[in-house]
């Protein structure tokens, strides 16, 4: 469905084929066709795997006789291939998180993980053409949306399953999930591994420009609700947006230190941003509001934090969407020394800079010169250059 979804939004087969041929496997064919899944059109892509013979000559330079490949025998084939070091590189990525995961639920180390559903001749080209698509594209960044995932049972090498699969489920671990009433197998470890090997999970789309949109037909035409992948494919605005939550309480009777104490245990939650308001409460009482912001996975520590470390009988919590700048650290080569320096840019502009606090408290301390002098100097230097 995902390869269906790039040739759907432009990926010409001959060249995905192409592509392919540099892995240098026999023993399959792939095509595209126009179908209609719930009355929406969209792309199937068919890996028809050929049988016998053909299908172990595939494999012939791994020296095995049949699909049951490990995690070193399919970095071999990939990394022999002629293929962009980029592609090569982010296929292997997502195989070797097949394998841990796989080693998890089977106990056992990556090594040694038998590659069966994941790892057969169609999940290769499965997951080596999907970045291949993502590199044509030139996709620098990839969110996902709620993933579904059906309910009922699975078949596959060691028995039946619930759904979600063992390896699927762990890779969906902290990632968001929706409910979906469709006794059917909706996502797959291949599938699963893509996206949360490459991309970020979000409830709402990201701000962009949408360029081009595809959908990714899969093999059956469920009632109601189309069994299509749809994937939206754009420029962003130049600032990166995120979904997070801001969570607050009011504190009336609480020392000042126990307060930093709280600050900087609210940091070690994983709050990216915690901050005190001065309030009057009831009776005209002084009051600190204490403000932090997290991410919807680090949302339970911080409310722990804060209904263990403070005297609050409650909380409040609200979702925001942050714009932000992408951020990169640069280290610049000063009069000073050698200092990092964390730069914001939009569209490649840069729009703001700050130098790193521990580097310029260093500098200031081994020179004997003021913090702000340190600050300057290392500012006015930046933008120089």
């Known amino acids: 469905m995902t390869l269906g979804a790039f040739v759907d939004a432009g990926l010409d087969i001959n060249l995905l084929k192409e592509q392919l041929a540099q892995l240098h496997l026999h023993g399959y064919e792939i095509s595209a066709e126009k179908v209609k899944r719930a009355g929406i059109h969209g792309t199937k892509v068919h890996v028809v795997i050929s049988s016998g013979d053909d299908h172990t000559h595939a494999f012939h330079h791994t020296h095995h006789a049949n699909a049951h490949l490990r995690l070193p025998d399919i970095q071999t084939i990939i990394e022999k291939s002629t293929l962009h070091p980029d592609i090569k590189g982010d296929s292997i990525k997502i195989f070797h998180r097949l394998a841990t995961v796989e080693a998890k639920v089977h106990d056992t180390t990556i090594e040694n993980v038998h590659f069966h559903e994941v790892g057969a001749l169609d999940s290769i080209v499965d997951i080596v053409g999907s970045v291949v698509a993502i590199k044509h594209f030139g996709i620098e960044k990839i969110y996902f949306s709620p993933v579904p995932t059906g309910y009922g049972y699975t078949t596959c090498e060691h028995g039946t399953f619930p759904i979600p699969a063992p390896a699927t489920a762990e890779l969906l671990k902290k990632q968001f999930v929706k409910a979906v009433n469709i006794e059917k197998e909706l996502t797959t470890p291949t599938g699963a591994a893509i996206i949360t090997t490459l991309g970020e999970g979000l409830h709402t789309n990201p701000e962009m420009k949408i360029n081009q949109i595809g959908y990714g037909a899969g093999s059956s035409d469920n009632p109601g609700i189309p069994n299509l992948l749809r994937i939206f494919i754009g420029e962003t605005s130049g600032h990166e ?76 919590k609200y979702k925001v969407v942050r714009k932000i700048l992408s951020r990169e650290f640069k280290e610049l080569d000063s009069r000073l020394g050698k200092i990092k320096v964390k730069v914001g840019t939009s569209n490649g502009d840069i729009k703001s800079i700050s130098p790193e606090y521990e580097d310029c408290k260093r500098i200031a301390e081994e020179k004997g010169i003021p913090l702000k002098q340190v600050y300057s100097i290392i500012s006015k230097e930046f933008w120089k250059l």
Not at 252 to 261: K, P, V
Not at 275 to 283: A, D, E, L, N, R
Not at 294 to 305: C, G, I, Q
């Open 241 to 316: 947006s995120d979904e997070m939550w801001i969570i607050e309480t009011n504190i009336d009777n609480m020392a000042g230190e126990i307060l930093g104490y709280v600050m900087e245990k609210l940091f070690e939650a994983g709050a990216v941003d915690v901050y005190f308001t001065s309030i009057q409460m009831k009776k005209g009482r002084p009051g600190i509001i204490i403000s932090a912001i997290a991410s919807e996975l680090n949302l339970p520590s911080v409310e722990s934090v804060l209904f263990n470390q403070t005297t609050t009988f409650g909380i409040r």
